[in-house]
């Protein structure tokens, strides 16, 4: 198959190398190739969007006319600030797709992959999730190798939110181990992330058994164990005592769960729900409380019933 990459960064050129080993013919688009985007998708018959989540919107509108047929599969972990309004969720990279190209098949690519890792040759598994089962079977057998496990899942929504909830765990765990303070600490913290991401996973009315797949559990915990991970990478700098802005000047690549925590507060607020973990990280980036406070914080919040809701 013909498949066009856009976005040549870290997780666009591993998975454009991943299909290229399968025998199938890779088109790569950047924005820095100078390529015309229409030119690029011109052969396609997958559409492979790999860029950071503040892209997704302007890429898709930039591209018009896609025959019906062609796959446009979203690897990208983010949610859309600008959707999150009073009356609306926040969309997912996937709904923007879907909203640009109401007839194509829409599959989302996400799980417990650290590029990092899959470029070095490492075994590891992933999702393709659609509600177009048929779609989903095509980017595992575009993908799949003795080297990485694609599983289908109908529940696309589901995936693609548990990749984006995680980042923000991810900086909470970094800054717990930047901090030194502990195993138990930092299994307290994915523990309560996951809970944290389950309740978010609510509002989408999101089936509970994704968090509990390679989406979600697996995602989280191969994104909060990881140096490899550049969110684990700027919660453990902020536990070090480093500012936001000294972290992203030094940051090799995107970590959306800076823009995706940004969110969830005007979601919590908007909604009127606690994230406590996700507010916590909150003040921790727009400065108003310090890493050893935010920590502090989580551990003397009232204490309560562990599977409540709240
Ligand atoms: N790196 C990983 O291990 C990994 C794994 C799974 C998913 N992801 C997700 O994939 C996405 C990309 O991550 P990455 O690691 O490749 O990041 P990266 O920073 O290495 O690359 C981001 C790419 O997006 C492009 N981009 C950003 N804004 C754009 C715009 N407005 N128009 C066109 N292109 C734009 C950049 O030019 C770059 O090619 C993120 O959402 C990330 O969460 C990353
Ligand atoms: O480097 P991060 O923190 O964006 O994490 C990469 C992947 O999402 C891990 O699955």
Redesign the pocket.
């Known amino acids: 198959m013909h498949i066009t990459v ?9 998975l454009a190398a991943l299909a290229a080993e399968n025998d199938h013919q890779i088109t790569l688009w ?3 190739l100078g390529t015309p985007l229409l030119e690029a998708v011109s052969q396609a018959d997958v559409i492979l969007c ?6 997704v919107r ?2 898709s509108a930039q591209l018009a006319g896609l025959a019906s047929d062609v796959i446009i599969l979203s ?4 949610l859309d600030l600008a959707t999150a309004t009073v009356d609306t969720l926040p969309l997912l ?1 996937s709904q923007l797709w879907q909203a640009a190209f109401p007839d194509n098949p829409i599959v989302v690519l ?1 799980g417990p ?4 890792e899959i470029q070095q040759g490492l075994p590891a598994a992933t999702v393709a999730a659609s509600d177009n089962l048929a779609a989903a079977k095509t980017m595992q057998s575009i993908f799949s190798s003795h080297r990485f496990r694609v599983y289908a899942n109908p529940d696309r929504i589901g995936v693609e939110l548990c ?1 984006a909830l995680k ?1 923000v765990i991810a900086i909470a765990v970094g800054t717990c181990d930047g901090l030194n303070l502990g195993t138990n600490a930092k299994s307290a913290l994915i523990t309560r992330g996951l809970a944290e991401m389950t309740k978010l996973g609510s509002l989408w009315q999101i089936e509970f058994s994704t968090f509990y797949g390679l989406a979600g559990l697996g995602d989280l915990m191969a994104t909060c164990s990881s140096a ?3 969110n684990y990478q700027v919660g453990y700098a902020l536990g070090q005592g480093q500012t936001i802005e000294q972290i992203l000047h030094n940051l ?3 970590a ?1 769960g800076i823009n995706t925590t940004a969110v969830l507060l005007q979601l919590a607020n908007q909604q009127q729900i606690e994230l406590p973990i996700a507010q916590q990280v909150g003040q921790l980036l727009n400065h108003t409380t310090t890493p050893q406070l935010a920590m502090q914080t989580l551990m003397e919040r009232q204490v309560g019933i562990e599977h409540s809701p709240d």
């Open positions: 856009i976005g040549a960064g870290a997780w666009g050129s591993t950047s924005r820095r790999a860029i950071s989540m503040q892209g302007e890429i690897a990208t972990k983010g990279p996400s992959n650290l590029a990092t990749g980042n490899f991970s550049r090799q690549g995107t959306e």
